[in-house]
């Protein structure tokens, strides 16, 4: 079984629509999460990272965290052509050797002009 | 300027043959990552660098040997590559243990 699961769509929506990507994990001694958006032939790029359960918000996207459930999820509200990306949740330890983050499939999503 | 650099962005090469992959970073950050993507976009964490000191060493054949000549770069040398060596290989670097990872923009390895 993976430490992090995430569905790898792909996701279709039109423009406007909000869009909620999730991620569940196994490993209860991850305590830092993290949203990432790739876009093709480029490296990861940092959306949201949050250390607690509860809600952050910045802008249009909403990273929500429920340690209990084990399971993250990332909302991105208004959705536009340009947000047509790869999300990858990822997850770490923290501590010097716990660094390492541990990553989702990543989600294809599209987003229908 | 970019944050996290690496060279080259594309490699195509042999079977067999032995390449290295460089790094660099300009965010001063202490730790440095090199992680594997393969076809299906899943990122696996190879090795990491802490002021170039060896502090994760995942289950990675030893025909690839990482070396961090200073705090700023790492660098990636993979001896007789092998097809399933064929992926996009990033750098990440990051401040401390408990902040995020900022990544370059891959360098994608072929091997013919």
């Known amino acids: 079984q993976k430490e992090v699961e995430q569905d790898p769509g792909p996701l279709s929506v039109p423009e406007g629509a909000i869009v909620s990507l999730n991620c569940t994990y196994s490993?209860?001694?991850?305590?830092?999460f993290m949203w990432y958006r790739q876009y093709s032939r480029k490296g990861p790029e940092l959306l949201m990272y949050?250390?607690?359960?509860g809600n952050k918000e910045d802008g249009r996207f909403t990273a929500q965290v429920d340690k209990s459930s084990k399971y993250i999820s990332l909302f991105i509200r208004d959705s536009q052509p340009s947000d047509s990306a790869t999300y990858l949740c990822?997850?770490?330890?923290?501590?010097?050797?716990?660094?390492?983050?541990?990553f989702g499939e990543g989600t294809q999503l599209t987003v229908n002009p | 300027d970019t944050a996290v650099s690496q060279t080259p962005k594309y490699l195509v090469t042999q079977m067999g043959n032995d390449k290295s992959i460089k790094c660099e970073q300009n965010?001063?950050?202490?730790?440095m990552y090199w992680y594997k993507q393969d076809s299906k976009k899943f990122l696996k964490i190879m090795f990491s660098?802490?002021?170039?000191?060896?502090?994760i060493n995942e289950t990675v054949p030893n025909r690839f040997s990482p070396k961090s000549p200073d705090k700023a770069h790492l660098n990636l040398h993979i001896n007789s590559l092998e097809l399933g060596d064929s992926a996009v290989y990033f750098c990440?670097?990051?401040?401390?243990?408990?902040?995020?990872?900022?990544f370059g923009d891959g360098t994608r390895l072929s091997i013919l």
């Open positions: 965010l001063g950050h202490d730790t």
């Open positions: 949050t250390y607690s359960s």
């Open positions: 990440a670097t990051g401040n401390r243990a408990d902040q995020p990872q900022h």
């Open positions: 990822a997850m770490s330890r923290g501590g010097t050797s716990g660094s390492r983050l541990t």
């Open positions: 490993n209860s001694a991850f305590q830092y």
């Open positions: 660098y802490n002021n170039k000191e060896l502090i």
